[in-house]
């Protein structure tokens, strides 16, 4: 069966960005709640981005390290079912989101697996760890082949320093379910540029097509 893998950009924050987004072909929309990022929105804006939506459309919340009890309230006040936790949260917290959570794990210089066979759930989220910086966003990308057992054993979304003209190799390397950018697709901070956008989307539908002739 033909394998498609889904784009998600993250850090969305305006009704327009996100519109371009879903006409450029994107699958998923990234709401990043997390005030330590340029990229944060609130309930309020979150649900202007919502309100422009095509119905059932894919958004994930994505939080650090803000506890349950914010996150539970984020998806009252939003509907937003999907949830991101990209900080130093416990299995514990990933167990008690499910079954639509997954935890993001930061990935240096050796293999994963181990880490990610502790969290539950279906899904995980694979990104680059850089000390000192962002949990996330920050346009630094990991050594892919530590990614590639991973994504055979879970529904993974790789993230971190993915642009238009690596996303290809990325996806041929791994297959994994998902691709996930912010910063690569970005003029500046927390705003999208359609043009990065498309070309993104183009990438990943292009290596999708070569992988499924190869197999």
């Known amino acids: ?18 519109l371009m987004c879903v ?8 709401l990043n709640f997390w005030p330590g990022t340029p990229r944060c929105v609130d309930v309020a804006r979150a649900q202007t981005i919502l309100a422009v939506l095509p119905e059932g459309f894919e958004v ?7 506890g349950l009890d914010f996150v539970r309230r984020v998806r009252a006040e939003t509907g937003i079912a999907w949830v991101q936790l990209h900080g130093e949260e416990p299995p514990e917290d990933v167990a008690a989101l499910l079954p639509q959570a997954y935890k993001a794990l930061g990935v240096s210089d050796v293999s994963p697996l181990q880490e990610v066979r502790r969290f539950p759930g279906e899904h995980i989220l694979l990104d ?16 892919w082949e530590l990614a590639t057992q991973t994504a055979r054993e879970r529904k993974l979304t790789l993230a971190g320093g993915l642009t238009p003209s690596n996303v ?7 297959r994994p379910y998902r691709v996930d950018v912010a910063s690569g697709v970005e003029s500046a901070p927390g705003v999208k540029d359609a043009e990065k956008v498309r070309a993104f989307v183009q990438a990943v539908r292009e290596a999708d097509a070569i992988c499924n002739a190869s197999t």
């Open 1 to 18: 069966m033909a394998h498609t893998t889904r784009v998600k950009v993250c850090g969305v924050r305006t009704p327009e960005d996100a």
């Open 23 to 30: 006409a450029a072909g994107v699958d998923t929309l990234g």
């Open 60 to 66: 994930v919340a994505v939080f650090v390290d803000q």
């Open 128 to 143: 680059a760890r850089v000390p000192g910086a962002m949990p996330g966003g920050t346009g630094v990308r990991f050594d």
């Open 168 to 174: 290809g190799e990325c996806v041929q390397l791994v």
